[in-house]
């Protein structure tokens, strides 16, 4: 028997990790493709933005030095974009930092966790790590049955997850639905609500959440800069909610765990209006392109208010993924999600969207 593993905690000797997206560089050396494209991670296609841009590179001679651990400028940024005090805004190694940050410091083994079927991987990986109890709300229409979630809510729930949107699903709930079901939940049980794709969403039925954490002290708000902000390898998010709560996650936060570059980069992204507002034009119509053709293909999809589409290719969708890896095309399968017919799609370029529809159309083909 491996001697580390039966050291190892009970959650994490069973513990299957986090698999991302394939890298194109990897797909690109075993193949030896001299162009790939990648629409598997949920990532801005427009590259790094030109006010972001800048501000790394006025960074870079600092870089010897240790970032302000406290992040206070990135703080002052948000706190004055959201209209939040600064004590209560966590800042996060990404938002999947603030999802770890609430399970370590919340989160024991006599516990249980809520979240639902199809909703984010890491929900469950979380879970185990720390030894405490998921407990799998079965999904309604491929989203979230928040009834069916509040009756699975007992004395020893402590912690709630809904993605909205969630991945990889793309559904959405409605605003004042979240928001009851946040007032109906006992004030000891914590809901984490994860607004990765918050800025994809079409503004009309936008949760504007912001502000909750007021009325609910037990609400954690996770949001990132690596969607709609550009800034995945930076890799940089946050959390608001009561100031009380923000003071516990900070005290179990790495010190220095935002580096300076991504520090910087965030707030200049903060400030580039126009970059975001060109993402959501590109995402809009990549989504209108992409399910104009499976449409065209016969396939059906799920309707997404996020960055991506999940299609459902009316067949175990694997041999479809490989087909598309040797066509150069990385797209995400989703058995992991109980899901194995369906591939995940992020939303790329015009052009990048043409390739893999084209490529698409040939697997379907045979060719």
């Known amino acids: 028997m491996n001697l580390f593993l039966s050291l190892a905690l009970d959650g994490v000797q ?5 698999v991302p997206g394939k890298p194109a560089e990897e797909l690109q050396r075993e193949l030896g493709l001299s162009e790939v494209i990648k629409l598997a991670s949920n990532e801005n296609p427009l590259g790094t933005g030109r006010k972001v841009a800048e501000a790394i590179r006025n960074t870079l001679p600092e870089i010897s030095r240790y970032p302000d651990g406290s992040g206070f400028a ?7 974009r959201w209209r939040v005090d600064a004590a209560q805004i966590t800042l996060g190694n ?8 609430v399970m370590r410091t919340f989160v024991a083994p006599e516990h249980e966790v809520v979240f639902a079927q199809h909703a ?10 720390v030894g405490a109890k998921a407990v ?3 999904a309604k229409a491929y989203g979230h049955d928040l009834d069916a979630m509040r009756a699975a809510v007992t004395d020893l729930t402590r912690v709630v997850f809904i993605a909205n949107p969630n991945n990889p699903t793309g559904t959405l709930l409605a605003a ?5 079901f946040i007032a109906s939940l006992p004030k000891s049980v914590l809901c984490v609500l994860d607004e990765a794709y918050y800025e994809f969403v079409d503004p009309a039925v936008r949760t504007e959440s912001m502000h909750w954490p007021d009325k609910y002290p037990n609400l954690i708000i996770a949001r990132t800069f690596s969607k709609a902000y550009g800034l995945a390898g930076l890799r940089i998010g946050f959390g608001v909610s009561s100031p009380e709560v923000a003071d516990l996650l900070n005290r179990v936060r790495q010190p220095f765990n935002g580096n300076m570059l991504a520090l910087a980069a965030a707030e200049a992204a903060l400030t580039d209006a126009d970059y975001l507002t060109e993402t959501i034009a590109v995402n809009n119509a990549g989504m209108a392109q992409l399910t104009s053709a499976f449409e065209a293909l016969g396939l059906p999809w799920i309707p997404s208010s996020g960055n991506f589409v999940s299609v459902d290719m009316r067949q175990p969708a694997m041999p479809l993924y490989q087909a598309l890896l040797r066509k150069g095309v990385i797209v995400r399968p989703v058995a992991n999600y109980e899901m194995p017919n369906h591939l995940r799609v992020s939303i790329g370029t015009e052009r990048e969207n043409r390739i893999f529809i084209d490529a698409l159309s040939q697997v ?4």
Do not use: D, H, R, W
Not at 364 to 367: K, R
């Open 94 to 101: 990404g938002s999947s930092e603030i999802l770890e940050l």
């Open 176 to 180: 004042q639905a979240v928001e009851e």
């Open 136 to 138: 799998v709300v079965p």
């Open 120 to 129: 984010f991987a890491l929900y469950p990986i979380l879970t185990q790590a």
């Open 74 to 80: 990135l703080k002052t940024a948000l706190s004055a």
């Open 14 to 18: 069973q513990l299957m990790p986090y």
């Open 364 to 367: 379907l083909q045979g060719v």
